[in-house]
Nanobody, 127 residues
């Protein structure tokens, strides 16, 4: 089984910073894209930032210049450094990863591609 465990959320004043972490654990062959999504009350979940295994990144327009996504492939961990936070950044932040896992079959070991989500971490930005 694969798990994504997030940490680093909390309450911060507008203009402040927070760093989110998400570590993947379990039987992992390789991890492709990792990313962060968020969902505010009454709104749909939206992509915040993504990063490939090679380090190519993309960001939502609303966070460009304020958030930085990075990853440590050796630790199967993705980070989101959030700066200049605004009240509209308040949401539950979810880690997502496209993970290839090994699967034992009668013919031997094969691989299976799956999409995994963390449990979410609350980020609240006050005025």
């Amino acid at each position: 089984q694969v798990q994504l465990v997030e940490s680093g959320g909390g309450l911060v004043q507008a203009g402040g910073s927070l760093r989110l972490s998400c570590a993947a654990s379990g039987s992992i062959f390789t991890i492709n894209v990792m990313g962060w999504y968020r969902q505010a009350p009454g709104k749909q979940r939206e992509l915040v930032a993504g990063i490939t295994s090679g380090g190519i990144t993309n960001y939502a327009d609303s966070v460009k210049g304020r958030f930085t996504i990075s990853r440590d492939n050796a630790k199967n961990t993705v980070y989101l450094q959030m700066s200049s936070l605004k009240p509209e950044d308040t949401a539950v932040y979810y880690c997502n990863a496209d993970i290839v896992v090994p699967v034992q079959t009668r013919m031997g070991v094969t691989t299976l591609y799956n999409d995994y989500w963390g449990q979410g971490t609350q980020v609240t930005v006050s005025l």
